[in-house]
Protein backbone atom coordinates (compact mmCIF):
# COMPACT_ATOMS: atom_id res chain seq x y z
CA UNK A 1 0.00 0.00 0.00
CA UNK A 2 1.39 3.62 -1.09
CA UNK A 3 -0.25 6.72 -0.61
CA UNK A 4 -0.89 5.84 -4.06
CA UNK A 5 -2.88 2.73 -3.60
CA UNK A 6 -7.04 3.62 -5.08
CA UNK A 7 -9.61 2.12 -2.64
CA UNK A 8 -10.01 -1.78 -3.29
CA UNK A 9 -13.70 -1.50 -3.60
CA UNK A 10 -15.59 1.22 -4.92
CA UNK A 11 -16.76 4.27 -2.36
CA UNK A 12 -20.14 3.55 -0.56
CA UNK A 13 -21.26 7.56 0.70
CA UNK A 14 -21.14 7.14 4.54
CA UNK A 15 -22.36 10.56 4.78
CA UNK A 16 -25.76 12.40 3.22
CA UNK A 17 -26.34 15.44 4.86
CA UNK A 18 -28.75 17.63 3.00
CA UNK A 19 -30.13 21.30 3.46
CA UNK A 20 -27.27 23.59 3.27
CA UNK A 21 -27.68 26.54 1.58
CA UNK A 22 -24.51 26.04 -1.05
CA UNK A 23 -22.27 23.71 -2.35
CA UNK A 24 -19.22 25.31 0.01
CA UNK A 25 -21.29 24.16 3.29
CA UNK A 26 -20.70 20.23 2.37
CA UNK A 27 -16.56 20.62 2.71
CA UNK A 28 -16.79 19.15 6.19
CA UNK A 29 -18.67 16.53 4.93
CA UNK A 30 -16.88 15.74 1.66
CA UNK A 31 -13.31 15.99 3.63
CA UNK A 32 -14.48 12.88 5.38
CA UNK A 33 -16.00 11.08 3.14
CA UNK A 34 -13.12 11.31 0.87
CA UNK A 35 -10.34 11.34 3.81
CA UNK A 36 -8.94 14.45 2.72
CA UNK A 37 -7.71 13.35 -0.39
CA UNK A 38 -8.53 14.59 -4.16
CA UNK A 39 -10.84 11.33 -5.63
CA UNK A 40 -9.05 11.70 -8.38
CA UNK A 41 -5.28 11.47 -8.23
CA UNK A 42 -5.32 11.11 -4.24
CA UNK A 43 -3.39 14.73 -3.58
CA UNK A 44 -3.72 14.63 0.22
CA UNK A 45 -4.95 17.62 2.17
CA UNK A 46 -1.21 17.15 4.67
CA UNK A 47 0.85 17.76 1.44
CA UNK A 48 0.11 21.30 0.90
CA UNK A 49 -1.86 24.70 1.53
CA UNK A 50 -5.70 23.68 2.17
CA UNK A 51 -6.89 26.64 1.16
CA UNK A 52 -7.07 26.91 -2.41
CA UNK A 53 -5.94 23.95 -3.23
CA UNK A 54 -9.14 21.49 -2.91
CA UNK A 55 -12.36 22.23 -4.70
CA UNK A 56 -15.67 21.43 -3.87
CA UNK A 57 -16.43 19.69 -7.60
CA UNK A 58 -19.72 18.99 -9.13
CA UNK A 59 -19.68 15.45 -10.49
CA UNK A 60 -22.58 16.41 -12.82
CA UNK A 61 -21.80 19.78 -14.38
CA UNK A 62 -24.49 21.94 -12.60
CA UNK A 63 -24.61 23.98 -16.27
CA UNK A 64 -26.17 20.79 -17.30
CA UNK A 65 -27.38 19.22 -14.11
CA UNK A 66 -28.55 22.68 -11.97
CA UNK A 67 -31.18 20.33 -9.83
CA UNK A 68 -27.99 18.69 -8.64
CA UNK A 69 -25.93 21.71 -7.40
CA UNK A 70 -27.23 20.91 -3.46
CA UNK A 71 -26.78 17.29 -4.48
CA UNK A 72 -24.43 15.26 -1.65
CA UNK A 73 -24.27 12.50 -4.23
CA UNK A 74 -22.94 14.82 -6.82
CA UNK A 75 -20.36 16.49 -4.90
CA UNK A 76 -16.77 15.57 -5.05
CA UNK A 77 -13.58 16.66 -2.84
CA UNK A 78 -10.61 17.07 -5.95
CA UNK A 79 -7.69 18.93 -6.02
CA UNK A 80 -7.98 22.45 -7.81
CA UNK A 81 -5.49 20.89 -10.58
CA UNK A 82 -7.69 17.69 -10.95
CA UNK A 83 -11.08 19.91 -10.84
CA UNK A 84 -9.56 22.34 -13.49
CA UNK A 85 -8.97 19.49 -15.96
CA UNK A 86 -12.09 17.79 -15.45
CA UNK A 87 -13.94 21.50 -16.39
CA UNK A 88 -17.54 20.92 -17.11
CA UNK A 89 -16.98 17.80 -18.89
CA UNK A 90 -18.54 14.04 -18.19
CA UNK A 91 -16.47 11.69 -17.40
CA UNK A 92 -16.69 8.18 -15.85
CA UNK A 93 -17.72 8.46 -12.24
CA UNK A 94 -13.87 8.20 -10.37
CA UNK A 95 -15.85 6.55 -7.03
CA UNK A 96 -16.40 3.75 -9.34
CA UNK A 97 -13.93 3.93 -11.87
CA UNK A 98 -10.72 4.46 -9.89
CA UNK A 99 -10.31 1.53 -7.97
CA UNK A 100 -7.60 -0.82 -7.09
CA UNK A 101 -6.59 -2.74 -10.12
CA UNK A 102 -8.09 -1.08 -12.47
CA UNK A 103 -5.93 1.61 -12.11
CA UNK A 104 -2.50 1.28 -10.79
CA UNK A 105 0.45 3.46 -9.81
CA UNK A 106 4.18 2.28 -10.39
CA UNK A 107 7.17 3.02 -8.18
CA UNK A 108 8.10 5.20 -10.52
CA UNK A 109 5.19 7.33 -10.63
CA UNK A 110 3.55 6.48 -13.65
CA UNK A 111 0.08 5.73 -13.66
CA UNK A 112 -1.49 2.47 -15.38
CA UNK A 113 -5.51 2.76 -16.24
CA UNK A 114 -6.31 -0.95 -16.67
CA UNK A 115 -10.51 -0.78 -17.93
CA UNK A 116 -11.88 1.76 -20.66
CA UNK A 117 -13.08 4.04 -17.63
CA UNK A 118 -9.68 4.63 -15.38
CA UNK A 119 -7.73 5.11 -19.17
CA UNK A 120 -10.70 8.02 -19.97
CA UNK A 121 -10.16 9.57 -16.76
CA UNK A 122 -6.70 9.18 -16.76
CA UNK A 123 -6.47 10.89 -20.59
CA UNK A 124 -8.96 13.68 -19.86
CA UNK A 125 -7.22 14.93 -16.13
CA UNK A 126 -3.88 14.22 -17.80
CA UNK A 127 -3.11 11.87 -14.66
CA UNK A 128 -0.67 10.42 -16.81
CA UNK A 129 1.37 13.63 -17.90
CA UNK A 130 4.81 14.41 -16.78
CA UNK A 131 3.82 16.70 -13.91
CA UNK A 132 1.42 14.21 -12.03
CA UNK A 133 3.81 11.83 -12.83
CA UNK A 134 6.74 13.82 -11.11
CA UNK A 135 4.69 14.68 -8.41
CA UNK A 136 3.42 10.85 -7.37
CA UNK A 137 7.16 9.99 -7.92
CA UNK A 138 8.40 12.60 -5.54
CA UNK A 139 6.14 11.93 -3.07
CA UNK A 140 6.50 7.91 -3.10
CA UNK A 141 10.00 8.77 -2.00
CA UNK A 142 9.03 11.30 0.90
CA UNK A 143 6.41 8.99 2.64
CA UNK A 144 9.34 5.96 1.52
CA UNK A 145 11.25 7.85 3.38
CA UNK A 146 9.80 8.70 6.09
CA UNK A 147 8.44 5.50 6.66
CA UNK A 148 11.87 4.04 7.03
CA UNK A 149 13.71 6.54 8.72
CA UNK A 150 11.19 8.69 10.82
CA UNK A 151 7.77 6.88 12.22
CA UNK A 152 7.09 10.03 13.91
CA UNK A 153 7.30 12.23 11.08
CA UNK A 154 5.28 9.60 9.59
CA UNK A 155 2.39 9.14 11.47
CA UNK A 156 2.00 13.00 12.23
CA UNK A 157 1.65 13.58 8.20
CA UNK A 158 -1.20 11.64 8.50
CA UNK A 159 -0.07 9.03 5.92
CA UNK A 160 -1.33 5.87 5.86
CA UNK A 161 -0.31 2.94 8.76
CA UNK A 162 1.33 0.15 8.23
CA UNK A 163 -1.57 -2.47 7.38
CA UNK A 164 -2.10 -5.95 8.99
CA UNK A 165 -1.61 -8.26 6.38
CA UNK A 166 -4.75 -9.44 4.50
CA UNK A 167 -5.58 -12.56 2.42
CA UNK A 168 -7.14 -12.89 -0.53
CA UNK A 169 -11.04 -13.96 0.57
CA UNK A 170 -12.42 -17.75 0.04
CA UNK A 171 -14.01 -18.46 -3.09
CA UNK A 172 -17.49 -16.93 -2.71
CA UNK A 173 -19.74 -17.63 -5.19
CA UNK A 174 -22.70 -15.15 -4.11
CA UNK A 175 -20.14 -12.45 -4.07
CA UNK A 176 -20.01 -12.58 -8.19
CA UNK A 177 -22.20 -10.28 -10.07
CA UNK A 178 -24.32 -12.25 -12.43
CA UNK A 179 -23.31 -13.29 -15.78
CA UNK A 180 -19.17 -13.22 -15.49
CA UNK A 181 -16.27 -13.89 -13.13
CA UNK A 182 -15.64 -10.86 -11.23
CA UNK A 183 -11.77 -10.14 -10.55
CA UNK A 184 -11.41 -9.52 -6.89
CA UNK A 185 -8.41 -7.31 -6.08
CA UNK A 186 -7.29 -6.99 -2.77
CA UNK A 187 -4.51 -4.44 -2.55
CA UNK A 188 -3.04 -5.48 0.61
CA UNK A 189 0.49 -5.34 2.14
CA UNK A 190 2.22 -8.67 2.41
CA UNK A 191 5.49 -7.05 2.51
CA UNK A 192 7.08 -3.42 4.60
CA UNK A 193 6.23 0.31 3.22
CA UNK A 194 6.44 1.27 0.51
CA UNK A 195 6.82 -1.78 -2.27
CA UNK A 196 2.65 -2.62 -2.68
CA UNK A 197 1.53 -5.70 -3.78
CA UNK A 198 -1.52 -6.52 -5.55
CA UNK A 199 -2.85 -10.01 -4.79
CA UNK A 200 -5.43 -11.16 -6.90
CA UNK A 201 -7.86 -13.65 -6.95
CA UNK A 202 -10.22 -14.43 -9.42
CA UNK A 203 -13.53 -16.04 -7.83
CA UNK A 204 -15.38 -18.49 -10.05
ZN1 LIG B 1 -6.34 15.68 -7.82
Known amino acids: MTPFTYSPEPHV???G?????DAASYRPWLR???TFRCVYCLFRE????????????HFRPIA?????????DNLLYGCTACNTGKGKQLVPDPLTALVCGDVWVNEDGTIEGRTRQA???????????????E??????????????????????????????ERRPPAPAR???????????VLCAKAEGYPAGNVLTATLT
Not at 140 to 160: C, M, Q, S
Open 13 to 15: RRH
Open 17 to 21: PQGYA
Open 32 to 34: DEF
Open 46 to 57: QWGRLRGTFDVE
Open 64 to 72: SQPGDRLSY
Open 119 to 133: RRLIRVLGLDDREYT
Open 135 to 164: FRLVWLEIVGLAAREDPELYRADGLPQRPA
Open 174 to 184: RQQPAGRNRAV
